[in-house]
């Protein structure tokens, strides 16, 4: 071998092992920003305006690392990672305070789902890439039962954890229907969608199917910073891998999307009514 085809070749090497540490170091990034939105919720709790800042620049930064990296994966991701601050933005600067605490679901949930959508068409996603769809009912259905179903057990664990105060003055079939209906679109359908649907969908084609489930997961569970409860965000953590594991495996987010509606539906409608 010449002394040019070694040089060629050592140079070649040297290209391949600098692509594998830049590869490696820009997957570390979405983790520095799922800290990021951790450590702004840590600081909403203690100072909301200061909170809602951080988030703004972590948003400001993934807007920014989105446009540098754009037309590879990892620009996808950036994008749908914004509607996470985004959550804590909208919560903390709508003029709510007028409103009853049901409707505060309903006013943050609009705006979210039309940037859920906006993340989905610059990405170029079909409603399959984000789970909504019914996919193979006839191998599926129990699955989606099942998980239906455990959003009961769901909602009273998450009940004795967090005893929260019922979201209307008293129990009663036609006062229950509106606040059901709200939850179940607002918190169980939007959360579904952008968590297990558009961020899920992104994080795998960026990171593989692992470690996006874990990504998305704690980015989920963190946003329960506020319920000022460590066990709820480990709670939470641990339900966000169980439903990002069923939509896997069925490739739809109905089943866990019906069973996240019962879940809240029974923990601010129900249970404080029955326990």
Known sequence: MSNK???????????????GILEKRESVYPWLYAVGIGLAELLVVVNPRAGVILHMLILAGLLINSTFAYGQPSSKLYIT????????????????????????????????LTGALVAARLNGY??????????????????????????????IAEYFILRPAPLFESFNL???????????????????????????????????PKSSIFLISFICAVLHITHISFIDVIFVFIVALYFAMLVKRTGSILGVTIAHGITNISLYLVWPFII
């Open 174 to 208: 036609v006062g229950f229907i509106l606040p059901a209906l709200i939850l179940l679109v607002c918190t169980g359908f939007t959360e579904e969608v952008i968590f297990r649907g558009i961020m899920q969908k992104a994080a795998n084609d960026f990171l593989g």
């Open 126 to 155: 079909r409603l399959s890439d984000v789970g909504l769809q019914l996919g193979d009912l006839r191998k599926n259905a129990f699955i989606h039962i099942l998980t239906c179903l455990s959003g009961i057990p769901l909602g």
């Open 5 to 19: 085809a070694a040089q060629v070749l050592d140079s070649q090497g040297q290209v391949s092992i600098l692509k």
């Open 81 to 112: 990672l914004i509607l996470g601050p985004l959550i804590r933005i909208l919560s903390l600067s709508l003029p709510l305070a007028h409103l009853p605490r049901i409707y505060w679901y309903a006013a943050v949930s609009l705006p979210l």
